[in-house]
C-alpha cells in the first residue's frame, strides 16, 4: 500500500489559474518536501515542511505557496500558474531532516 | 555551479557487466542517498549513508567518511531491470537540512 500519495496524478491548466497538488503520507514523518522535475535539472525543492502549520522556503519558492494543515497532508498551490511550472511534481516524506526519503508516484501538471 | 555533480550522465552497459557511477560534492556533505527512477517515472530509496559502505544484492554505495566530498554506486553483474535513471542527493547538514539532487545518470542495460 502506497505510503505516500499525491493527487492529481496529471492536470492540465490554463495560464492564470489556480492549481493545487496534494499530498498524504501514512508514514508517520515528521517532513514533507515538494519537488519538481524537469529534463536535465534533476529534483530541485520547493518547499518543505517539518512540522503541520509550519511552511519553510526551498531552492525555487517563487510562484509557489505551499500548505502542511497537519502532519499527514502537505499542499503545493500555484496562484497564478505559468507555462515555466510544466513539470512533473514529487512529494516526499522523511522521519527527520534528510533521512531516506520516501516519494510519491509524482504528478505532472501541464500549463497552456 | 551545482552542489551535487554526477557522471557519467548516461551509459550503456551489456548484461552481466559492472560498472560505477559517481557523485561529486563541492562541499562537504553530511550524508548522501542514492535513488533510482524507472521508466514509470517511480523514485525508489537504493541507499541512505552518514558514512562509509552499504550494499544490497548486486548494488553498493560507498561515501568518503574522510573529506565527505564524493560518493559512488557499484553495480555488479548488471541486468535489464537495473535500467533507468540513478539520482544521487545530498545533506550539506548544519541549518541546511535540505537535500541538493544531482542530475542523474541515465543507464540502459541491454542483453
Known amino acids: 500500500e502506497a505510503a505516500v500519495t499525491q493527487s492529481p496524478r496529471s492536470k492540465v491548466a490554463v495560464t492564470g489559474g489556480k492549481v493545487t497538488l496534494s499530498c498524504h503520507q501514512t508514514?508517520?514523518?515528521?517532513?514533507m518536501y515538494w519537488y519538481r522535475q524537469d529534463t536535465g535539472h534533476g529534483l530541485r525543492l520547493i518547499h518543505y515542511s517539518y512540522v503541520a502549520d509550519s511552511t519553510e522556503k526551498g531552492d525555487i519558492p517563487d510562484g509557489y505557496k505551499a500548505s502542511r494543515p497537519s502532519q499527514e497532508n502537505f499542499s503545493l498551490i500555484l496562484e497564478l500558474a505559468s507555462l515555466s511550472q510544466t513539470a512533473v511534481y514529487f512529494c516526499?516524506?522523511?522521519?527527520?531532516?534528510?533521512?531516506?526519503?520516501?516519494f510519491g508516484e509524482g504528478s505532472r501538471l501541464i500549463v497552456v | 555551479g551545482d552542489q551535487v555533480e554526477q557522471s557519467p550522465s548516461a551509459l550503456s552497459l551489456h548484461e552481466g557487466t559492472d560498472s560505477a557511477l559517481r557523485c561529486n560534492f563541492t562541499?562537504?556533505?553530511?550524508?548522501v542517498q542514492w535513488f533510482r527512477q524507472n521508466s514509470r517515472g517511480s523514485l525508489i530509496s537504493l541507499f541512505y549513508l552518514a558514512s562509509g559502505t552499504k550494499e544490497n544484492g548486486r548494488l553498493k554505495s560507498a561515501f568518503d567518511s574522510k573529506e565527505r566530498r564524493y560518493s559512488t554506486l557499484h553495480i555488479r553483474d548488471a541486468q535489464l531491470e537495473d535500467s533507468g535513471t540513478y539520482f544521487c542527493a545530498a545533506e550539506a547538514g548544519g541549518s541546511n537540512a535540505k537535500l541538493t539532487f544531482g542530475k542523474g545518470t541515465k543507464l540502459s542495460v541491454k542483453s
Open positions: 516526499a516524506s522523511s522521519d527527520a531532516s534528510g533521512n531516506t526519503l520516501y
Open positions: 562541499t562537504t556533505m553530511r550524508s
Open positions: 508514514n508517520n514523518h515528521d517532513y
